[in-house]
């Protein structure tokens, strides 16, 4: 029996549900999707919120990071999984190198996504200079959430995938972060792979929704990676990934099982098989022989 409501019967999610949700304290449930299918299916459960995430740089596009995914990239996958939502918001990453130059370079981005893909909304990572970039957009009219953490764009400066805020002092400049990108206008921000002491201490400083990834239980809700929850992607995962399936065993298996079929001669077999009548073919086998 399914465990959520059918999709003609869901409300569409709307920044103003959302703080609803985060006032009521109901979970927000966010996950990436990075074409049709995919989305169709995060559709389909029930989600709330769509992250056409640059991570789909490594999942999709086997890039070694997240950097090397461009605009144009990202803007064909996230028109994709626009056309299979219905009622989730849909959220897109802006790439690394497409926002960070200047306000003019972050809006005109921002609008272009919103403009080729009907995304809601887009995500921005970082603070400092980016929240300007986030304060233009929002003045702009895009609604934007910011990222704060492991932030994968930076991850170098940063000292590689790793957990941030350990320190008492970074954490203090997480939390800045995330306290400046919500002065800006954001209407969500992300805490990834943050301990969740530093979490529970900014929270209740945090009127906007905060999704967290590796960031403990005290968010207002959760995002995953649409590959990693469902055991696709061929990686090692983070320490915060739970694997709610395993997809790549069973589509490895699937494969083999047809590849092994079809050398065997066990696939195609008479069911599968168009024909036409029998009067046609015997025409068709006299109009052959006529030929040349």
Wanted: proline share 5%; hydrophobic share 40%; net charge negative.
């Amino acid at each position: 029996m399914s465990t959520h409501p059918d999709s003609a019967s869901r409300a569409q999610t709307t920044l103003t549900s959302l703080a609803e949700q985060k006032a009521e304290r109901r979970p927000i449930v966010m996950v990436t999707a990075y074409d049709y299918p995919s989305a169709q299916i995060a559709d389909a459960a029930g989600v709330d919120i769509v992250l056409v995430g640059d991570s789909g740089a490594m999942t999709v596009l086997g890039y070694d990071s997240t950097v090397p995914i461009t605009v144009e990239e990202m803007l064909v996958l996230t028109a994709a999984a626009r056309r299979g939502l219905t009622t989730p918001l849909l959220v897109a990453d802006l790439p690394f190198g497409s926002y960070e130059l200047s306000d003019e370079q972050a809006v005109a981005t921002a609008q272009r996504f919103v403009k080729t893909t009907g995304c809601d909304a887009v995500k921005i990572e970082r603070g400092g200079t980016t929240v300007d970039r986030a304060r233009a957009i929002v003045a702009a009219g895009i609604p934007v959430m910011g990222h704060v953490g492991l932030t994968p764009q930076t991850a170098v400066s940063i000292g590689g995938y790793r957990s941030q805020g350990r320190t008492a002092d970074e954490a203090l400049g997480v939390c800045r972060s995330a306290l400046a990108l919500q002065d800006a206008g954001c209407f969500a921000v992300v805490f990834e792979a943050i301990p969740s002491d530093v979490t529970d201490a900014v929270m209740p400083r945090m009127q906007i929704p905060v999704i967290g990834i590796g960031a403990g239980s005290g968010t207002d809700g959760q995002v995953l990676v649409f590959h990693d929850l469902l055991g696709i992607y061929d990686g090692r995962p983070a320490k915060f990934v739970k694997q709610y399936a395993d997809l790549r065993r069973a589509m490895i298996a699937g494969v083999s099982a047809y590849a092994e079929d079809v050398r065997s001669g066990g696939y195609p077999k008479e069911e599968h098989a168009y024909a036409m009548p029998p009067e046609e073919s015997a025409r068709l086998k006299e109009l052959l022989d006529r030929e040349p």
